[in-house]
């Protein structure tokens, strides 16, 4: 750091270097306010927090795995079936509690026709939720 000096020609030249005290002395006083308050800023959150029944679990419902092949054969849980009997199983999982869920897996060369009348007979049974089965494509 300079200080005075007894050159004229240098005396009047600004000086070029910054007083840094200041800066440090803001610095510290803000430091202080943030430690006094930061305590203050905590506080905790009022949740109302869903209470919990010691009612067990109904179970899912069970799920039917229905398959249609390329001739239009079709398959309940692996077991092959009419259209006639499997619309009768359709009606009786129908009356059930609770319907489960018909997981349809279907040929690619199957016709839809085939499908239509699935999903159709399964509609009609009251079985509203089907999911579709396929193959992930390689990549």
């Known amino acids: 750091m300079a200080f005075a000096s007894f050159d004229r020609h240098r005396s009047a030249a600004p000086m070029a270097e910054i007083n840094m ?19 203050l800023l905590t506080h905790a959150v009022k949740l109302d927090l869903p209470r919990i029944s010691t009612q067990p ?8 795995d229905f398959a249609i092949d390329a001739a239009g054969q079709r398959y309940w849980n692996g077991e092959p079936v009419t259209r ?15 319907p489960p869920q018909i997981h349809l897996r ?5 016709a839809y ?8 007979d399964a509609t009609r049974a009251g079985l509203t939720r089907v999911g579709f089965v396929s193959q992930p494509e390689a990549r």
């Open 21 to 39: 005290v200041p800066l440090i002395d803001v610095m510290l006083v803000l430091l202080v306010i943030f430690i006094v308050t930061a305590p």
């Open 57 to 64: 679990n109904t179970p899912p419902p069970g799920k039917i």
């Open 84 to 98: 006639e009997a499997a619309a009768e199983r359709f009606g009786r999982a129908g009356r059930l509690p609770q």
């Open 106 to 110: 279907a040929d690619t060369a199957t």
């Open 113 to 120: 026709r085939a499908v239509a009348e699935t999903l159709a």
